[in-house]
Each structure stands twice: as structure tokens, then as C-alpha cells.
């Protein structure tokens, strides 16, 4: 999605017990079903050898991104006839690997850019307009390394150059989250990581609830496998009541026994890929 049209508080609500769900063994549990989640659903495969984006899935000129945050509360409607996508395409690497993927039509493209369902209507004036489209290519950078990808260049009467758009089909292609499915409720999440030295350390952030709104003593766990390290929150216990729980953050350098190499770091609460927190649009099928 373009824009957002509210900030999002870091405002949590911790359930009955939540906070203690990362102790030592229960963290143990947690991390252990998050390993089996990964390598027996097709979350796994499609990390390996899918589609999954690590950027924004629009690109636009600067001066049309200036002018949609100019512009408040504008919808995005079809005001023109536009050609019917290909069957399939193709995604190509610069490794030279390729995956043939579905499309979305140009329809739906202009939809994934639009904060509103496509029932909504507008007044004159206040929305933009898209009067052709162009199927084309697109450089987007992905778990696999740099690609060329199937793309939408969208026309618009009332925006001073084109937007170009994904055309690569996610939900058909199969995204992580669809394959990790459901996870734990929990206030607690890493929330990103970053390699130090020689990758045997990690610089470590996370967000938790604190129900009072003072900072808690956090501890961060770590699992490793041959394929994967699982990182966890260990929280003081808060009580058994439910609480509005005040967002807090924090990060911490912890040590693995072996360094990270092409290891997944997977979040032991939501069991997906901790790089999924930085790129919004890498597990699921999203807008942008």
C-alpha cells in the first residue's frame, strides 16, 4: 500500500500468562515447534527457491511520490481501457535460475497500491486515475539476490509520471506466512538482528508489553540447529489479568556457538523468518 492512513502505537495487550511463555523450557518447547513448522510446511522451500521480495513491490518517480503525500484521502479508480495480462512469465535471477510465476491483471495492481477496498467511491477530484498500463520488467532485490521480474508500468492522467508495480502473483505462488500459518499470541517479538564479526554474535532488537510501562528485565534465547536459529524473549512474569501493555523496546548482543553463515533466524512466537519483520512484503502476500 501506498500510504498509510494511521500510525500504528506500540500498544500491546498482554493475555493471562503470556509474558512467561519464553522461560527457559518453555522457550525450549516453543523454538523446537517453530524447527518443525519451518522444515515440514513449505516455508522452507519456498525461503530456498521462491518468490520472496525484500523490497518495496511499487517504485515511482520521487515527484509522484511527493505529490501522494501531498494529497490526502485520494482513492485510486480505473478511468481507462487496460490490456489483459499474460498467462504466466518469468522471474530470472542474475544467477541466471528462473521460476515461472501467474500475474496479477493491471486492475488488480492498481488495487494493491490503493489503502481502500475497491467498492469505495470518491468524489471528483479526489482520486486518481488510471487511464492505461504497460506489462513490462522490473530490478527487485529477494532472498535469492538481485532479479528481474514481471511488472505493471501504470498510466495516470492526474499524476505527473507512471508507477510500476509487481505483476508476480504471491498468494498463487505460495508466500512463508500462508505456510507457517497461525502462531502463539504474544506481546514479545524480535523484531530485527544484525551479523557481527566473525557471525558468531548477533546484535539482537526486540518490542515486548509491560503492563506498568517501566522496562522489564528481558533475556533473549537462543536455539540453533544445523539450519536454523530460533531466537525468543524470557520476560519477568506479569500476573494472570489482562493489561494494555505499554510497547517497549530494546537489543542485545548475544553469542552463537557456531556462526550464522545462510542460517534462517527464525522468531520463536510468530515461528517466521525474524527478516520478515524488516521487509514487510517477504512472507505474505503484500502491498506496496
Same mark, same amino acid.
Given at each position: 500500500?501506498? @500510504?498509510?492512513?494511521a500510525?500504528?502505537?506500540? &500498544?500491546?495487550?498482554?493475555?493471562?500468562?503470556? *509474558?512467561? +511463555?519464553? %522461560? !527457559?523450557?518453555?522457550?525450549?518447547?516453543?523454538?523446537?515447534?517453530?524447527?518443525?513448522?519451518?522444515?515440514?510446511?513449505?516455508?522452507?522451500?519456498?525461503?530456498?527457491?521462491?518468490?520472496?521480495?525484500?523490497?518495496?513491490?511499487?517504485?515511482?518517480?520521487?515527484?509522484?511520490?511527493?505529490?501522494?503525500?501531498?494529497?490526502?484521502?485520494?482513492?485510486?479508480?480505473?478511468?481507462?481501457?487496460?490490456?489483459?495480462?499474460?498467462?504466466?512469465?518469468?522471474?530470472?535471477?542474475?544467477?541466471g535460475?528462473?521460476?515461472?510465476?501467474?500475474?496479477?491483471?493491471?486492475?488488480?495492481?492498481?488495487?494493491?497500491?490503493?489503502?481502500?477496498?475497491?467498492?469505495?467511491?470518491?468524489?471528483?477530484?479526489?482520486?486518481?486515475?488510471?487511464?492505461?498500463?504497460?506489462?513490462?520488467?522490473?530490478?527487485? @532485490?529477494?532472498?535469492?539476490?538481485?532479479?528481474? &521480474?514481471?511488472?505493471?508500468?501504470?498510466?495516470? *492522467?492526474? +499524476?505527473? %509520471? !507512471?508507477?510500476?508495480?509487481?505483476?508476480?502473483?504471491?498468494?498463487?505462488?505460495?508466500t512463508?506466512?500462508?505456510?507457517?500459518?497461525?502462531?502463539?499470541?504474544g506481546?514479545?517479538?524480535i523484531?530485527?538482528?544484525?551479523?557481527?564479526?566473525?557471525?558468531?554474535?548477533?546484535?539482537?532488537?526486540?518490542?515486548y508489553?509491560?503492563?506498568?510501562?517501566?522496562?522489564?528485565?528481558?533475556?533473549?534465547?537462543?536455539?540453533?540447529?544445523?539450519?536454523?536459529?530460533?531466537?525468543?524473549?524470557?520476560?519477568?512474569?506479569?500476573?494472570?489479568?489482562?493489561?494494555?501493555?505499554?510497547?517497549?523496546?530494546?537489543?542485545?548482543?548475544?553469542?552463537?556457538?557456531?556462526?550464522?553463515?545462510?542460517?534462517?533466524?527464525?522468531?520463536?512466537?510468530?515461528?517466521?523468518?525474524?527478516?520478515?519483520?524488516?521487509?514487510?512484503?517477504?512472507?505474505?502476500?503484500?502491498?506496496?
Amino acid at each position: 500500500m501506498v @500510504r498509510f492512513t494511521a500510525t500504528l502505537l506500540a &500498544v500491546v495487550l498482554l493475555l493471562d500468562g503470556s *509474558s512467561g +511463555l519464553t %522461560g !527457559p523450557r518453555a522457550f525450549e518447547e516453543i523454538a523446537a515447534q517453530a524447527v518443525s513448522t519451518w522444515r515440514t510446511s513449505a516455508a522452507a522451500a519456498i525461503w530456498r527457491t521462491g518468490f520472496v521480495p525484500l523490497e518495496d513491490l511499487s517504485k515511482m518517480p520521487r515527484k509522484v511520490s511527493k505529490q501522494i503525500g501531498h494529497d490526502e484521502e485520494y482513492g485510486w479508480v480505473v478511468a481507462g481501457s487496460l490490456p489483459a495480462p499474460p498467462a504466466a512469465a518469468q522471474v530470472r535471477w542474475d544467477d541466471g535460475s528462473t521460476m515461472r510465476v501467474p500475474v496479477i491483471g493491471a486492475r488488480e495492481a492498481l488495487m494493491a497500491l490503493s489503502p481502500w477496498p475497491e467498492e469505495y467511491t470518491f468524489p471528483d477530484g479526489k482520486a486518481y486515475k488510471l487511464t492505461g498500463a504497460t506489462f513490462t520488467t522490473m530490478r527487485l @532485490r529477494t532472498v535469492r539476490g538481485m532479479a528481474t &521480474v514481471p511488472a505493471w508500468r501504470l498510466y495516470f *492522467s492526474n +499524476l505527473p %509520471g !507512471p508507477i510500476d508495480r509487481v505483476a508476480v502473483d504471491q498468494e498463487a505462488v505460495g508466500t512463508v506466512q500462508d505456510a507457517v500459518g497461525d502462531h502463539l499470541p504474544g506481546g514479545e517479538e524480535i523484531t530485527d538482528f544484525e551479523v557481527l564479526g566473525d557471525g558468531h554474535r548477533l546484535l539482537v532488537s526486540y518490542e515486548y508489553g509491560s503492563c506498568y510501562g517501566d522496562p522489564l528485565d528481558v533475556r533473549i534465547r537462543v536455539g540453533e540447529e544445523p539450519d536454523v536459529v530460533v531466537l525468543g524473549l524470557s520476560l519477568p512474569y506479569q500476573g494472570t489479568v489482562l493489561c494494555a501493555g505499554t510497547g517497549r523496546f530494546g537489543h542485545d548482543v548475544v553469542r552463537l556457538d557456531e556462526p550464522l553463515g545462510d542460517r534462517v533466524v527464525l522468531d520463536a512466537i510468530s515461528r517466521l523468518p525474524v527478516l520478515c519483520h524488516r521487509a514487510r512484503n517477504a512472507c505474505r502476500a503484500g502491498n506496496g
